[in-house]
């Protein structure tokens, strides 16, 4: 993908791997629509972008919510008069605890930020990107904890990341092809998301009164956001599906397949048969049936 002259949103877009996602877009010639939940965060990145020579705009935005995220779609297709990319990055960390001692705000409000915002912003742009007909990126923002790295203490963490790698490896097989998907699954960064309960939203039980130690070092070892971002971008021209910086992730993600694959072994061998279960030619089938035949009318 010619990334030169086209236009992104992308959410979370204020601080962390946001920022530097829109910088290097910038660099690369697209416009941008900076989205935050701090409208003053976005409308700053949005102002360095302009240094690179490209129209940006910042837009006040809580993904939580779906008219705020349709609003933020509106806007950008007002500025830009199309838009090719959207990067669903807003994400959240909860304070880190064992997942029995989580609170049920703490489980709203990862799942509504992580998980909710990105299915708000497919909602808005995929059906605009669909009907464009012109070739057209989703890229999700998840983590290696998607892959198979528990992050102990950060469970739902580590639960919303698993369903956007789910939410990512569907919408890539019911998209048409010009239309790509990609899920970003970088591991220790150097962001603020150790912060982000201190912009935590009143309804999911207001911002926290101390930031986390545990939090701040991982900041300090981090992999830099500006190397996420440029190796994040060569990926998204090239169209592929997963994006990964982190290596020593393979290792724990190998370990999850071995021990799937024992578990098959001894469990569930192939056998003959048993390919009449097989979801996937099933609901294809399904998908061909007239709306009628699969509702059971007439």
């Known amino acids: 993908m010619d990334l030169n002259g086209s236009s992104a949103v992308v959410t979370g ?6 920022k530097a996602l829109c910088l290097a877009l ?14 003053a965060a976005a409308q700053a990145v949005a102002e360095e972008a302009k240094g690179a020579g490209v129209v ?6 809580d993904v939580t919510s779906e008219d705020s995220v349709n609003a933020l779609a509106d806007a950008a297709w007002e500025a830009f008069g199309t838009v090719a990319i959207l990067v669903n990055n807003a994400g959240v960390m909860h304070p880190t605890a064992p997942l029995a001692t989580t609170s049920a705000a703490d489980f709203d409000w990862v799942f509504a930020v992580n998980v909710r915002g990105a299915m ?4 808005a742009f995929v059906p605009r990107f669909i009907a464009s007909g012109q070739e057209s990126r989703v890229v999700n923002t998840a983590s290696e904890h998607a892959l198979g ?18 939410l990512s490896d569907v919408l890539r097989r019911e998209v048409p092809e010009h239309v790509k998907v990609s899920v970003l699954c970088p591991g220790i960064v150097a962001s603020t998301l150790w912060r982000a309960s201190e912009r935590r939203q009143a309804d999911f039980g207001g911002a926290a009164s101390a930031p986390e130690a545990a939090g701040a070092f991982m900041d300090q070892i981090g992999m830099p956001a500006d190397e996420v971002a440029a190796h994040a971008i060569k990926r998204i021209k090239a169209g592929d599906f997963h994006i990964v910086t982190h ?17 098959f072994a001894a469990q569930a061998p192939r056998r003959e048969g048993d390919a009449k279960y097989d979801l996937e030619p099933i609901m294809r089938q399904l998908m061909a049936q007239p709306t009628t035949q699969q509702g059971g009318g007439s």
């Open 120 to 123: 708000n912003g497919i909602r």
């Open 56 to 61: 940006a705009i910042g837009v006040a935005t």
């Open 13 to 18: 877009g204020g601080n962390g791997i946001g």
């Open 26 to 39: 910038a660099s690369e010639g697209v416009n941008l629509a900076v989205a935050d939940i701090d409208g």
């Open 149 to 166: 790295v528990p992050h102990i203490g950060g469970g739902l963490y580590t639960a919303s990341k698993h369903a956007l790698l789910g």
């Open 247 to 263: 290596p020593h992730a393979v290792g724990i993600a190998r370990a999850r397949w071995d021990e799937l694959k024992g578990a």
